[in-house]
């Protein structure tokens, strides 16, 4: 071979060697780089994945947080919305779980009275030696109703307890009267408390036979006791509390009510004192509210202004004794306005009592000539006693 062929073709391998290195080391600068590259992408992609577990951790509790705040929002507009889309009476049908009806128990029948009288008493717990029993005076007044009330023992009992009273206490008492007699139990609505009340943080103004007992009361005769389904079929309720008591002989009233198309009978009136039940007066500050709010036309001027005579009272009728015609309780504006009293939580914070509010809803809703008074109709009556 030819010196000049042998130098070509060294020279030719010299290029092709160069050539080899040469890609040999961009395929390494590539493989470096890529593999970089590919870490730092890498790293990006797991701090990104973190930031977006993150984000949607926050956007989900935003979202729970403002889905709580519309549905709260909703709640409360729905309520005002049914309130004015109301056409006819909203008392709820509560069905009692237990009662005892003296009829059943006899195997007679005989149809419900026009009117029913009303008792409400506390059974007693703990040790039945040791604890007030209220059945024995309760057969007591119902045999002083017995002889002097002159409807011919034709108006049939209800007695709505707390607790359940023993059969010795119950048997008494059905059998000093020929009246219908029935015991319901009204544990399962009597203790409730309004939505949003806590009656563990709270502490009452004022307070009677327990911290909340009195309360529950008051607000039995205001809303509870007319929600109930037992008391539906009847036209008239006449209240009276254990240690109430008719004196003399007294005429059927209910055919007194009748003949007069009376609404309410009243007993004596009262007045509550600011001083004794801190916050009584606010009530005043609600009923213009719902006055302003629904554009109410005030039946009675004159007993609606009583309610602001005095800055340190409010007045009411007495109402251990009174008597209902329950057509009037049902009315869609009386029943609205009960509502929102119970809404205002105002019988709990600041012991409105059933009596002054039914004295403002009679003032709002029903006319003077609607209203007969006991004393002016010379009926004797006594509390306590």
Request: proline share 2%.
């Given at each position: 071979m030819q010196t000049s062929e042998v130098s070509r073709l060294w020279n030719k391998n010299q290029i092709i060697e160069t050539i080899t290195r040469g890609l040999n080391q961009i395929k390494t600068n590539v493989f470096w780089k890529s593999r970089k590259t590919i870490q730092g992408l890498g790293t990006q992609m797991f701090l990104l994945s973190i930031l977006s577990i993150?984000?949607?951790?926050?956007?989900?509790?935003?979202?729970?947080?403002?889905?709580?705040?519309?549905?709260?929002?909703?709640?409360?507009?729905?309520?005002?919305?049914?309130?004015?889309?109301?056409?006819?009476?909203?008392?709820?049908?509560?069905?009692?779980?237990?009662?005892?009806?003296?009829?059943?128990?006899?195997?007679?029948?005989?149809?419900?009275?026009?009117?029913?009288i009303a008792f409400l008493v506390a059974s007693f717990t703990g040790d039945a030696r040791l604890a007030y029993n209220p059945y024995p005076r309760l057969r007591e007044k119902?045999?002083?109703?017995?002889?002097r009330l002159g409807d011919n023992?034709?108006?049939?009992?209800?007695?709505?307890h707390t607790g359940y009273p023993f059969r010795g206490d119950l048997l008494p008492?059905?059998?000093?009267?020929?009246?219908?007699?029935e015991f319901v139990n009204v544990d399962h609505i009597f203790y409730k408390f309004p939505p949003g009340f806590d009656p563990h943080i709270r502490d009452p103004t004022w307070s009677q036979r327990g911290k909340w007992n009195y309360h529950h009361m008051c607000n039995f005769w205001f809303k509870q006791v007319f929600e109930l389904k037992i008391i539906q079929r009847y036209r008239y309720m006449m209240r009276l509390d254990d240690d109430s008591q008719l004196l003399g002989k007294w005429p059927n009233v209910f055919e007194i009510m009748?003949?007069?198309?009376?609404?309410?009978?009243?007993?004596?009136?009262?007045?509550?004192?600011?001083?004794?039940?801190?916050?009584?007066?606010?009530?005043?500050?609600?009923t213009i509210v719902y006055i302003n709010k629904n554009k109410i036309t005030v039946r009675n001027p004159a007993m609606f202004a009583n309610i602001f005579d005095r800055t340190m009272e409010i007045p009411n009728y007495w109402n251990n004794f009174e008597i209902i015609d329950l057509s009037f309780m049902?009315?869609?504006?009386?029943?609205?306005?009960?509502?929102?009293v119970d809404e205002s939580r105002g019988v709990f914070l600041y012991r409105w009592g059933d009596a002054p509010l039914r004295y403002i809803t009679l003032a709002l809703f029903v006319n003077s000539t609607q209203i007969l008074h006991r004393k002016q109709l010379g009926l004797d009556y006594c509390h306590p006693c």
């Open positions: 993150a984000l949607l951790i926050l956007l989900f509790f935003y979202s729970f947080d403002i889905s709580s705040k519309t549905s709260a929002f909703i709640d409360f507009h729905k309520q005002d919305v049914i309130k004015i889309n109301l056409e006819s009476s909203s008392i709820p049908n509560v069905v009692e779980a237990y009662i005892f009806s003296k009829f059943e128990y006899l195997n007679q029948t005989r149809k419900p009275s026009e009117g029913f119902i045999s002083q109703i017995e002889e023992s034709s108006t049939d009992l209800i007695i709505f008492i059905i059998q000093v009267t020929r009246r219908q007699v009748a003949k007069h198309k009376a609404l309410y009978m009243a007993n004596q009136r009262e007045v509550d004192f600011e001083y004794i039940l801190p916050g009584i007066t606010l009530v005043r500050n609600l049902r009315r869609k504006e009386v029943v609205d306005f009960i509502q929102f």
